[in-house]
């Protein structure tokens, strides 16, 4: 999954879209303040997040966030879901 558009939105929240089309709101506010995320509370700092080459957001000073956990976050589904290879497999004789 990559990030292919994304809107700052108020109280620490993004508006995102991803390569196969989903798109929703991811609240991030449990984040900020916390560890690194404490330069989100810099005013203007979280409004300049950016897309990556990779599809991630990220901010200044090398901060950012996996596509893949934000897209399980927007969509609800598992990570076997999003990643079918994690299901398990039976085991060989």
């Known amino acids: 999954m990559k990030v292919t ?8 929240r993004l508006e995102v879209e991803f390569d ?14 916390v ?11 979280f409004e300049q997040v950016a ?5 991630a957001l990220a901010w200044p000073g090398d901060l950012d966030l996996c596509p893949d956990a934000l897209y399980m976050r927007v969509t609800g589904k598992t ?7 994690l299901r398990h497999q039976p085991a060989y004789a």
């Not at 558009?5 to 620490?12: D, F, H, S, T």
């Not at 196969?20 to 303040?33: E, H, P, Q, T």
């Not at 990570?79 to 290879?85: I, S, T």
């Open 35 to 45: 560890g690194v995320f404490a330069a989100w509370l810099k005013p203007g700092f």
């Open 20 to 33: 196969d089309g989903a798109r929703g709101f991811v609240d991030l506010s449990g984040f900020a303040g």
């Open 5 to 12: 558009k994304v809107k700052p939105a108020a109280r620490y």
């Open 51 to 55: 897309i990556t080459s990779e599809g």
């Open 79 to 85: 990570p076997e879901e999003v990643f079918p290879l």
